[in-house]
């Protein structure tokens, strides 16, 4: 999947999101949208990357501590 096939996708889900709120406004948006995304960004990184965080961290541009702290967050890691 591409960089543009992804952002179409993400473009879509917000079109879906706001027709389904029939013309209320949203609310904290921003931050339900990248808790949404972030969590299976993370699992899925975590995985390719065999739960090898510093290799996950380098992909991700992260340093890794910052990377355990996400993973703590969203409780894919105790």
Same mark, same amino acid.
């Given at each position: 999947?591409?960089?543009? =096939?992804?952002? /179409?996708? %993400? @473009?879509?889900?917000? &079109?879906?999101?706001? $027709? /389904?709120? @029939?013309?209320? !406004?949203? /609310?904290?948006?921003? &931050?339900?949208? %990248?808790?949404? %995304?972030? *969590?299976?960004?993370? !699992? %899925?990184?975590?995985? $390719? #990357?065999?739960?090898? =965080?510093? +290799? #996950?961290? =380098?992909?991700?541009?992260?340093? $890794?501590?910052?990377? @355990?702290? *996400?993973?703590? !967050?969203? +409780?894919?890691? *105790?």
């Amino acid at each position: 999947m591409s960089k543009k =096939q992804i952002e /179409d996708c %993400v @473009r879509s889900s917000l &079109e879906g999101y706001f $027709r /389904d709120l @029939r013309g209320t !406004e949203p /609310d904290g948006m921003y &931050e339900m949208i %990248v808790t949404v %995304v972030e *969590k299976p960004l993370l !699992e %899925v990184v975590m995985l $390719r #990357a065999e739960g090898n =965080q510093s +290799r #996950a961290a =380098q992909w991700l541009g992260l340093n $890794r501590n910052t990377l @355990r702290k *996400k993973l703590v !967050e969203h +409780r894919i890691i *105790k």
